[in-house]
């Protein structure tokens, strides 16, 4: 399980007020201010004043596995073709065992499309209430790969790019999947 800024604040500072300076010397985050509006906004933190904040007692970490359960139901029931690419489809061909992502509070699906369908999808995935365009560092979103043609195989009714352009990935960017390829049955 990744270790997550509400882990951090709660080992660090535990139910009391902080500040979001003592927030940015502790991290060395940039953004502060940002991060901790976003974790207020998922209702990790309580705003309690100006630039202060505090841990609620029951967060829900929940809302994020939901939210991924959604977006791939909704993937999954789309009526046009598509088959997981990039890191999605080294996380299907590891049965979950090799995960990248930016952070512990995103996930992004990857996936490949026939170049005719991109407005279909975008309409669908609206339509859905499921972004496709990443704006923000926390949430779900799909990456939309148009190409004209491509090939699959479904693994537990799953559609994902085949085992040999997934090992073919994984050579390519050793230093995102090191290891992965140990993972594949």
């Not at 977006?71 to 489809?89: G, H, W």
């Not at 995960?99 to 669908?124: A, E, H, Q, R, V």
Request: glycine content about 4%.
């Amino acid at each position: 399980m990744n270790y997550s800024y509400e882990d951090f604040i709660k080992d660090r500072f535990g139910y009391n007020e902080f500040t979001t300076k003592e927030f940015e010397m502790i991290t060395d985050n940039k953004r502060p201010a940002k991060l901790l509006s976003e974790l207020k906004m998922r209702n990790t933190l309580e705003h309690t004043g100006r630039g202060t904040y505090k841990l609620r007692k029951k967060s829900n970490k929940n809302k994020l596995i939901n939210e991924i359960n959604r977006v791939k139901n909704v993937i999954l029931n789309a009526s046009m073709v598509m088959a997981y690419t990039d890191s999605t489809a080294v996380e299907i061909w590891t049965k979950g065992r090799y995960i990248i992502s930016p952070n512990s509070f995103m996930k992004i699906f990857y996936i490949t499309i026939k170049k005719d369908d991109l407005n279909k999808w975008k309409i669908y995935l609206r339509k859905n209430g499921v972004s496709y365009i990443n704006k923000r560092r926390v949430g779900v979103f799909v990456m939309l790969k148009p190409v004209k043609n491509f090939e699959f195989e479904l693994i537990d009714n799953i559609p994902v790019i085949p085992k040999n352009k997934v090992i073919n990935l994984i050579r390519n960017h050793p230093a995102l999947y090191e290891g992965a390829k140990d993972l594949i049955e």
